[in-house]
T-cell receptor, first 115, second 110 residues
Framework: DAGVIQSPRHEVTEMGQEVTLRCKPISGHNSLFWYRQTMMRGLELLIYFNNNVPIDDSGMPEDRFSAKMPNASFSTLKIQPSEPRDSAVYFC?????????????FGQGTRLTVV | TQLLEQSPQFLSIQEGENLTVYCNSS?????LQWYRQEPGEGPVLLVTVVTGGEVKKLKRLTFQFGDARKDSSLHITAAQPGDTGLYLCATEGGSEKLVFGKGTKLTVNP
């Protein structure tokens, strides 16, 4: 398996534009996580899906952020409208839950810059 | 959500030195994981500790889980430049979601 695949790797956009980040999890994994990483706040969990269903979206900063998982092999994180403070590295991770030894496999991230 | 405190935040040492980084919480961990993140990459799992007092070794890395399962440490012996990276601890933060500390950024200078 190629691992978790995220696209694009880099995105530069103007304030107010819509941004869509994409993620393909590892085949067979039933959990998918979206994280945002900044120097100030570290790695923050935004939303978590299990079997394509959003379980916990308490980390989504505000209504400008939305995430979908239409099937087991694809998820998107959308920001509309984008703002400069959204600039960060966004990671997608997937795992197969099997109790205390869950390992999360991360993609390489999308570096988002909003100017 | 369980909060994870990691220390130190930054650590810069010379090749060959030993170091220890820490992960603490006011709550008991169900289990604890250590990840390493290299620049431009996502975090990669190093180890999972589950039992209080548990010690695991991975080459020059020694991971220890506190007896009360509220703290953990990572000790690196004879650090090498290849050990440079962000070391993150993580635990299950309710609803089977994975939450992370802010990490320790380690730089090993040749």
């Amino acid at each position: 398996d190629a691992g978790v695949i995220q696209s694009p790797r880099h995105e530069v956009t103007e304030m107010g534009q819509e941004v869509t980040l994409r993620c393909k999890p590892i085949s067979g994994h039933n959990s998918l996580f979206w994280y945002r990483q900044t120097m100030m706040r570290g790695l923050e969990l935004l939303i978590y899906f299990n079997n394509n269903v959003p379980i916990d979206d308490s980390g989504m900063p505000e209504d400008r952020f939305s995430a979908k998982m239409p099937n087991a092999s694809f998820s998107t994180l959308k920001i509309q409208p984008s703002e400069p403070r959204d600039s960060a590295v966004y990671f997608c991770a997937s795992s197969y839950l099997y109790g205390l030894d869950t390992e999360a496999f991360f993609g390489q991230g999308t570096r988002l810059t909003v100017v | 959500t369980q909060l994870l405190e990691q220390s130190p935040q930054f650590l810069s040492i010379q090749e060959g030195e030993n170091l220890t980084v820490y992960c603490n919480s006011s709550s008991v961990f169900s289990s604890l994981q250590w990840y390493r993140q290299e620049p431009g990459e996502g975090p990669v799992l190093l180890v999972t500790v589950v039992t209080g007092g548990e010690v695991k070794k991975l080459k020059r890395l020694t991971f220890q889980f506190g007896d009360a399962r509220k703290d953990s440490s990572l000790h690196i012996t004879a650090a090498q430049p290849g050990d440079t990276g962000l070391y993150l601890c993580a635990t299950e933060g309710g609803s089977e979601k994975l939450v992370f500390g802010k990490g320790t950024k380690l730089t090993v200078n040749p």
